[in-house]
């Protein structure tokens, strides 16, 4: 049996293989931010396929965080009773569901909240939008935000929780230095930058316990001129594990766009796929707990290699399983093919209109 497929588990949450479905926006909730019976399918079809740990849609703590139309919500304890049907779904289908939590900062939609969004420094390029600078009192807004989702999922029946810190979003703005030119104790170098961080790990910590899985995803670097470095990303991972944390999903780039962006087109080979596996290959070397892998995996020798020789303890994929929710068990059946995912980023374009995200290349092949 392949590596892939070894049982594993992060902070006691048994996991049937080492397959992690990546946190995206599925453009599936209500416009309050509330499960639909579409977004229940779509997780169920995640663990009926063969996916060993899947992470929910990147939700949004606060309504002043909210990134964009039909998002995932954890703001309020009304959203529970849904969220616990959906948890519930995934667990009779065999499958573990952790919660991502998130807030857009300084990308966050004001027309969909009606909030100004917050900012953590001024920036060139910003001047005319409508934006508030973040003071303290807001910072402990935010991390009560933050412990107050988490407390929400778990009440949900989710089987732990990651702190979105990738992408350029809010926790991700104060570590990169384009976003983050503060004067205080939150800004400077990266063990003022990662001060946010931990305070949230903290207080999750209260509110959910010691035994209840806590991840972070998190920029192993920003890929752009004066970005966050893989130096300083590594050392506020430490700082975090030293805290307690469970877990880091590695990720890169910025949601403004660029080469290196998040979700790359035109993966069409194997020297193109795992693009952040270097990264990965330094934070496996000085951190004691598992390092999950994202980015363009699409192969799955390439996918075991990586666990074998690599660095990674889990692998994480994303737009493949938008294709194909059962690409775990065709692989585990002996088909080995890679994931039929082209990389043309027309899914997400289907949910900016509204229809949803859902493989757009799949439907034009069948007609």
Not at 107 to 126: N, W
Not at 285 to 292: F, S
Not at 344 to 362: E, I, T
Request: with cysteine; proline share 3%; net charge neutral.
């Amino acid at each position: 049996m392949s590596i892939l497929f070894e049982k594993t588990g992060i902070n006691g949450v048994d996991l049937r293989n080492r397959f992690v479905r990546s946190a995206t926006w599925e453009g599936m909730a209500t416009e309050e931010g509330a499960v639909t019976e579409r977004l229940k399918q779509v997780m169920i079809s995640l663990a009926r396929g063969g996916v060993g740990l899947i992470i929910s849609g990147h939700s949004y703590v606060s309504r002043q965080g909210q990134a964009g139309p039909w998002q995932l919500g954890i703001y309020g304890d009304e959203l529970v009773g849904g969220l616990r049907e959906m948890t519930d779904a995934v667990h009779e289908k065999g499958g573990r569901i952790f919660m991502q939590l998130a807030h857009a900062g300084l990308f966050a939609a004001i027309r969909l909240s009606g909030e100004i969004p917050l900012f953590v420094s001024d920036l060139k390029g910003f001047e005319d939008s409508p934006k508030k600078l973040i003071t303290g009192a807001d910072i402990k807004g935010l991390v009560s935000a933050f412990a107050e989702a988490a407390g929400r999922a778990k009440a949900a029946g989710f089987d732990g929780v990651q702190i979105h810190s990738g992408h350029g979003y809010l926790l991700s703005q104060f570590l990169s230095p384009i976003y983050n030119r503060r004067r205080d104790e939150y800004g400077g170098d990266i063990e003022n930058r990662v001060r946010i961080h931990l305070e949230i790990l903290r207080a999750l910590r209260k509110e959910v316990g010691e035994k209840f899985p806590v991840m972070i995803k998190i920029n192993c670097g920003d890929f752009a001129e004066n970005g966050l470095s893989l130096d300083d990303s590594l050392r506020a991972a430490l700082m975090l594990e030293k805290e307690g944390l469970d877990g880091v999903e590695l990720t890169g780039g910025l949601v403004t766009g660029g080469r290196l962006s998040p979700s790359r087109p035109g993966i069409d080979s194997e020297g193109k796929e795992a693009y952040f596996k270097e990264e990965a290959a330094a934070f496996k070397k000085e951190l004691g707990i598992p390092v999950i892998l994202v980015g363009g995996i699409r192969s799955f020798n390439v996918a075991e290699h990586l666990v074998q020789e690599e660095g990674a303890d889990h692998i994480s994929m994303c737009r493949p399983f938008i294709r194909e929710p059962d690409l775990i068990n065709r692989w585990r059946s002996g088909d080995l093919r890679k994931a039929l995912c082209n990389s043309d980023n027309l899914c997400l374009s289907a949910g900016f209109r509204g229809d949803g995200v859902y493989c757009v290349s799949k439907e034009k092949e069948r007609t």
